[in-house]
């Protein structure tokens, strides 16, 4: 299915590789809360610098539109990975990224050692990508490695426009292994295949529906977006949350599903609540008895009973998006069922990046998963079909 080059096809002995990682890590006071991004790019690290390569890391961190603000610096990164790879990481502290800290350490590198630029969005030009800072990034290496699968579907210069200016381009093993698992559950899954979306909206997932409806066996509804299919169904939802202009895209939605006879689930029952608040009077309905006054914050048992059932057989399970508001305790039950369930199943289970991905960690089923991606936007993007600039840029095998 991969017909990109990877750091397996390329000898880097004694090159200068740079590496785009996506180390956008949470930082609190200067503090890594969460290190799982880093430890992800450690294995195409590894390999580059056992390989003898000289290996120039580069990242974005958080949206410093290119000004050099010393809350998004790297250095905590470097520090960081220095101890996880037990080797010195010389950090080139440049507000330029490619200033005169960038070149002079990379000067001095010998085979097998590591350095890592300042963030790239310090310049203005990266998420432009124009070509004055591309032509700077690829002035210091003679092979580019693109290992960040979390910025893979913005075409910035980092991670595109340098591409034009080197002649060796390829992906990391991480890189690999997210277009091999959301490639081939789309493209080529072991059926049953099941896919779950849940999350806030309809309207930011409208493609990613479509595009699975052409795909899978089953399509598991829950969350916020429920409503509006509900809504769709003739049913009143109450003050839940409902997306009115995309009614009659869910009604097309469900439309489709009957004419493939693909199976499309919506919720028969739902956690209601009489406000927005973990504090709110709570309780669970039948379908059809949202009532004014209360919102849909949950599927109710019966719906998770009902999803459970309809997961048992699936071979490839896609899950994108909460069941419910899962980050207040009372409406987490939901999304902490179908997460038990996708951990206990003999199937392959991908979680889509962000939300459902930090849920399944939170919940502590993370290493029960098949793959967790690193990209939310980006696996978003490849559930809708369309092509990766970041991954088209790499060159074929
Ligand atoms: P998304 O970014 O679209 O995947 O949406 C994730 C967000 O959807 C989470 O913050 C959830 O709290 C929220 N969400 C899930 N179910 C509901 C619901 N029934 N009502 C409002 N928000 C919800």
Not at 284 to 305: C, F, L, N, P, S
Not at 373 to 389: H, I, N, R
Request: aromatic letters at 6%.
């Amino acid at each position: 299915m991969l017909n990109k080059k990877t750091v397996d096809d390329i000898n880097v002995k004694g090159k200068k590789v740079l590496v785009r990682c996506d180390f956008n890590v949470p930082l609190q006071n200067g503090v890594i809360t969460d290190e799982n991004r880093i430890v992800q790019a450690l294995p195409t690290i590894k390999k580059l610098i056992q390989d003898g390569g000289k290996v120039i890391l580069c990242s974005h961190l958080g949206k410093p539109k290119g000004q050099p603000l010393p809350e998004m610096s790297l250095r905590p990164v470097a520090v960081r990975l220095s101890e996880l790879l037990g080797q010195e990481v010389v950090f080139a502290a440049d507000d330029n990224v490619v200033g005169d800290n960038a070149k002079a350490a990379v000067a001095n590198m010998k085979e097998g050692d590591v350095v890592l630029l300042e963030n790239t969005r310090y310049r203005a030009e990266e998420t432009k990508n124009e070509d004055a800072f591309s032509k700077d990034l690829a002035s210091l290496c003679d092979v580019f490695v693109n290992d960040a699968f979390g910025t893979a579907h913005r075409a910035h210069c980092s991670n595109v426009g340098v591409t034009k200016y080197v002649d060796t381009n390829v992906v990391g093993y991480l890189m690999e292994k997210e277009i091999e698992f959301l490639g081939n559950a789309v493209n080529d899954p072991e059926r049953p295949f099941v896919a779950i979306l849940g999350g806030s909206k309809v309207s930011s997932k409208i493609s990613v529906i479509n595009n699975l409806l052409d795909k899978v066996d089953t399509l598991i509804i829950g969350g916020g977006m429920a409503y509006t299919f509900m809504k769709a169904l003739g049913e009143e939802v109450g003050d839940s949350l409902l997306e009115e202009d995309f009614v009659d895209y869910a009604k097309e939605m469900l439309e489709k599903a009957e004419k493939k006879g693909t199976k499309l689930l919506i919720p028969i029952d739902t956690v209601v609540a009489n406000e927005f608040s973990n504090d709110a009077e709570f309780k669970t309905v039948d379908r059809g008895g949202i009532e004014a006054g209360w919102q849909g914050v949950d599927i109710g048992e019966k719906t998770a009973k009902l999803y459970i059932d309809a997961l048992k057989d699936a071979k490839t399970i896609i899950w994108n998006g909460p069941m419910g508001v899962f980050e207040m305790e009372n409406f987490a039950k939901g999304t902490k069922a179908i997460a038990k369930a996708l951990a206990e199943l003999d199937a392959t289970t991908i979680i889509g990046g962000g939300d459902s991905a930090a849920a399944v960690n939170i919940l502590g089923y993370g290493d029960k998963m098949t793959h967790i991606s690193t990209g939310g936007g980006a696996s978003l993007e490849f559930l809708e079909g369309k092509d990766l600039p970041g991954i088209v840029a790499a060159d074929d095998k």
